[in-house]
């Protein structure tokens, strides 16, 4: 199952420390993120370019990409008022 929340926490993590081993990033998660958590959401991350997925050792291995980071920047925050179609914005 899709869920935006993960992938917004998900990505949150990697722009403050850049790579992380795949067990530490989900780890950091709050628990809720954790259980809603599947492992193919970091496969749909890298699918869309937003992170890069290496393997290291016996783990992998996620970095952010400066597409992810864009992606970040233009979503809003979980709870944040979007403008509806014609509203203007403060």
Do not use: F, N
């Amino acid at each position: 199952m899709y869920d935006p929340a993960v992938q917004r926490a998900m990505l949150e993590k990697l722009v403050r420390w850049r790579r992380l081993p795949e067990g530490d990033l989900i780890a950091m998660l709050s628990p809720v993120a954790r259980l809603r958590y599947r492992p193919e959401a970091l496969d749909d991350l890298a699918w869309d370019g937003l992170i890069v997925l290496e393997h290291s050792g016996d783990e992998r291995v996620v970095s952010i990409t400066e597409a992810g980071e864009a992606w970040l920047q233009h979503q809003p925050a979980h709870g944040e008022h979007q403008p509806a179609h014609g509203e203007m914005s403060s």
